[in-house]
């Protein structure tokens, strides 16, 4: 294998239960490299996640909660600490296939045109890790999220992420990146995506309080009016038409009667997602989650973040 550097980056926030797996499945993973970089990024927790990856001898980066502390920050702040020529950025609550590093970095070493691959992901939704399927790709896609190799002079060219955006920095990034003349793929097998059941209304609130809804408004903000305004908004479609249909209601503004419009219009929808779903419990999800989503835009669109910049907490971690 011809000599790169790489370095791997873990953004984590409240990954007590599933930190240490994460970190042990990157041995294997790294093996290939015996002195890639190595860090974590906690970005907020309020659990010893940090603790937990320092004691498996990981260098551990803590985000000033007076900044910005989401994944986007975390992934960017790292991006500034390492100095490799492809940077592997892992989500904390994924545990990595071994092969998926090696492989990514040959398609990457191979290819100029390729500025990242990402790795496809299995959900064991809490009842245990699914088995790897055969390998596959690489496939062409707009974005990477949770798993990818990225070549870090294509980050470096296109200003890498966006810190104060709460979600939509991978599909922000897509864009640029892609603008740029670059093109991204995903391969098979990836990693296992530790998470708990999918699909509920449990989750969309979560989800919501925890702001990860307003960066669709966020990058809206951002992007208008510039070259990546329309990709943007298309990217937004769904939430859109959601945020058209509250205003066709309150105006009462129909194409046909407004008192059978409304009614008829969620039942032809639910009836659609009901067929695609195959349960009328997760289309009902769906549709309510897409109400959330809408308003999460507009509250994103509205507010203006928190913090824009990231930096880390004073302390050890400040100084590695």
């Known amino acids: 294998m011809e000599e790169v550097r790489l370095a791997a980056v873990v953004v984590a926030r409240d990954e007590a239960p599933r930190i240490e797996g994460t970190l042990a499945a990157l041995d294997p993973a790294l093996a290939p490299w015996p002195g890639a970089g190595r860090l974590v990024v906690d970005c907020g927790s309020g659990d010893p996640t940090a603790e937990l990856a320092a004691a498996r001898g990981w260098p551990v980066a803590r985000l000033d909660p007076a900044g910005a502390v989401t994944a986007a920050a975390g992934r960017e702040l790292a991006r500034g600490r390492l100095d490799a020529d492809f940077l592997l950025y892992v989500d904390g609550d994924v545990r990595v296939d071994a092969g998926f590093p090696a492989a990514a970095v040959a398609l990457l070493q191979g290819d100029r045109g390729l500025f990242g691959v990402g790795g496809e992901l299995r959900f064991d939704e809490g009842r245990g890790e699914p088995p790897a399927p055969p390998p596959s790709g690489p496939r062409p896609v707009p974005l990477l999220p949770a798993l990818a190799v990225y070549r870090a002079a294509a980050l470096e060219a296109v200003g890498g992420f966006v810190p104060w955006l709460e979600s939509e920095e991978d599909a922000d990034l897509g864009l640029r990146l892609r603008r740029a003349g670059g093109r991204l ?8 995506h530790r998470s708990g059941p999918r699909g509920g209304l449990d989750e969309t609130f ?27 908004l298309a ?5 859109l038409a959601v945020i058209l249909l509250w205003l066709g209601a309150a105006a009462g503004v129909w194409v046909w009667p407004p008192a059978a419009a409304l009614p008829l219009l969620l039942v032809l929808a639910g009836a659609a997602v009901a067929a695609r779903k195959g349960s009328a419990r ?39």
């Open 235 to 239: 990217r937004q479609w769904l939430y």
């Open 185 to 192: 793929v995903r391969i098979g097998p990836g990693g296992v």
């Open 282 to 320: 997760a289309a009902a999800v769906s549709l309510v989650t897409w109400h959330v989503m809408a308003w999460g835009l507009l509250v994103g669109l509205a507010r203006k973040p928190r913090a824009r910049e990231a930096r880390l907490k004073a302390g050890p971690e400040a100084s590695r």
């Open 206 to 232: 979560r989800r919501y309080r925890a702001g990860l809804y307003f960066g669709q408004g966020r990058v809206v903000r951002l992007r208008w009016g510039g070259p990546l305004a329309a990709a943007t």
